[in-house]
């Protein structure tokens, strides 16, 4: 009974050792873990900059440099040096890698970028580990057990909401499941062709409902911190000859038709034909106005003619080379809505006054507006010297509805009217499917917008067509096209030269987080 009674009491003694030892090991990994949180968040917030997401080797090294001393706060002297850590100096210009703090028993490692990321952005993230090189036990020594190397790792990033430059709403056909793109027949919704065609996408994200494609020769560039969000995944990636750059984010619901773009009202004057809107004489255009014409076109040869903003009901013609026609606006109208089909051979302009109010082009979805051989659309972009947001066009002026706007305020300059079938259900939010309409096949939508090939396209604002298929041209080699955000059913880009797309005037701050990488059942590389 006795040697019982003795086993009984070794096992229940050691039992007793490890659960004392264990508790204070794990009352030790929770302050590990509260110290490499706090030193990753530091450290993070070097990558924040206003006004751009690229982040370059000084904010690295700058995070790595307060992400330790931090740590030297908590974990060592708070006034201790910094530790060489096997490198020239501080900051530090590379990763900090097992380093052992001064008078401490505690080793850290540095990394950023962050080699583990799942919801932040790996380029915008610090990872701190943290590891104790001698934990002593007490009670489990009884055991044989003298130390335990005990080590944590936290990663903290930025993180951002999507902010599109460019959405294409066609789904999937059919929809399938993301990652069969051999399935769907609409994989091109975003498609870049021609011969070196490059799109170069400004402070905004891609977005669309199945994918983008661009052919060998041409490119789509996006600004740094920036993602092409799709629905089908190909690898490699069909867009850039599968490079991997831009980063591409795989959907796993469908984008729905963005809310809050709101059409302006028709209470403005109606003409029966196009000559019947026409200012005579263009006694309403501003003094010292500079038409925006290709290089060397003399201003003289121009035949220009005044419009003013309401409902034209019949087809509106720049039907000549030469030929020129203002939108005039001014601060109490500016919208122009032509229930016939729009033609240009020449130049159309509005919208060309810095920072005062533009203007806005409404199309009915079964007619067109054809400027693929047009001198010039030139539309809320300022004036021609221009170059930034902060002088585009303000929103165009509707006199019930006040400024035609997005919800972040950009102007709009264009809005096609939807097909409804294209939708479901009927009110927001409204989730793309396979239009039903007796005009458009189940798988078209409509054909309105096509902007010019030939000559000077700069549009800004937002071009509003969620049931149309763009398409965009940039073959005038003199100077790089602008145009603004799309919101489209799908866009075709063509032509041999550079188009740049203009998505909204400032770049949103990231939301600074721990990240989910290396918490427990997470995968983590400390």
Avoid at 185 to 209: A, F, H, K, Y
Avoid at 437 to 459: A, I, M, P, R
Wanted: with cysteine.
């Amino acid at each position: 009974m006795l040697p019982l009674v003795a086993l009984f009491m070794t096992v229940l003694l050691g039992m007793a050792a490890l659960a004392v030892d264990v508790g204070r090991a794990l009352a030790e990994l929770r302050f590990q873990r509260s110290v490499a949180d706090a030193a990753a968040l530091a450290g993070a917030q070097d990558l924040q900059l206003k006004g751009t997401r690229n982040v370059g080797s000084t904010e690295y090294a700058n995070a790595r440099t307060d992400a330790m001393r931090n740590l030297l706060n908590q974990l060592s002297d708070p006034g201790a040096a910094f530790p060489g850590c096997g490198q020239a100096g501080t900051p530090y210009q590379s990763d900090v890698l097992n380093c052992q703090l001064p008078g401490s028993d505690y080793a850290v490692t540095i990394k950023t970028p962050s080699p583990t990321c799942v919801s932040c952005a790996p380029d915008r993230a610090v990872q701190v580990a943290i590891r104790r090189l001698s934990f002593s036990l007490t009670f489990a020594r009884v055991l044989g057990q003298t130390n335990w190397n005990l080590g944590t790792t936290s990663v903290a990033g930025l993180v951002y909401s999507k902010s599109y430059t460019l959405v294409t709403l066609r789904p999937p056909n059919p929809k399938g499941k993301p990652g069969q793109p051999t399935l769907d027949g609409n994989r091109q919704d975003v498609n870049v062709n021609g011969t070196n065609s490059v799109v170069n996408i400004l402070r905004g994200d891609v977005g669309s409902n199945t994918t983008v494609v661009t052919n060998s020769s041409s490119r789509i560039n996006l600004d740094p911190g920036f993602s092409i969000y799709h629905w089908d995944v190909e690898t490699p990636d069909p867009w850039n000859n599968g490079s991997g750059t831009p980063p591409g984010v795989p959907l796993y619901a469908q984008i729905p038709e963005p809310a809050g773009y709101n059409f302006p009202t028709t209470t403005i004057p109606v003409y029966p034909t196009q000559s019947d809107g026409e200012d005579v004489g263009c006694v309403n255009k501003p003094s010292g106005l500079v038409m925006p014409l290709k290089p060397g076109v003399d201003p003289a040869t121009i035949n220009l003619k005044c419009y003013k903003p309401g409902i034209y009901q019949q087809d509106f013609n720049v039907q000549q080379a030469n030929d020129a026609a203002y939108l005039e606006s001014d601060a109490t109208q500016g919208v122009f809505v032509f229930h016939g089909n729009v033609t240009l051979r020449g130049y159309i302009f509005g919208g060309i006054t810095d920072a005062a109010a533009g203007v806005v082009i409404v199309l009915d979805k079964d007619k067109t507006f054809n400027g693929a051989t047009a001198e010039g659309v030139t539309l809320n972009v300022g004036s021609t010297t221009c170059s930034e947001s902060s002088c585009r066009a303000s929103p165009a002026i509707d006199p019930t509805l006040g400024p035609v706007k997005s919800p972040d305020g950009l102007p709009l300059t264009f809005m096609i009217h939807t097909d409804d079938t294209c939708f479901a259900p009927l009110t927001a939010p409204r989730v793309p499917q396979l239009c039903t309409s007796s005009s458009t096949s189940s798988n078209t939508g409509t054909n309105v917008l096509s902007l010019t090939g030939n000559g000077l396209l700069n549009v800004a604002g937002v071009l509003w067509a969620p049931t149309d298929n763009v398409k965009v041209a940039s073959n005038f080699a003199a100077q790089a096209g602008t145009i603004g955000r799309i919101i489209s059913w799908t866009v075709t880009y063509s032509g041999g030269s550079a188009l740049n797309q203009e998505g909204s005037p400032t770049v949103s701050m990231g939301i600074l987080r721990l990240d989910a990488a290396c918490t427990a059942g997470e995968p983590c590389n400390p």
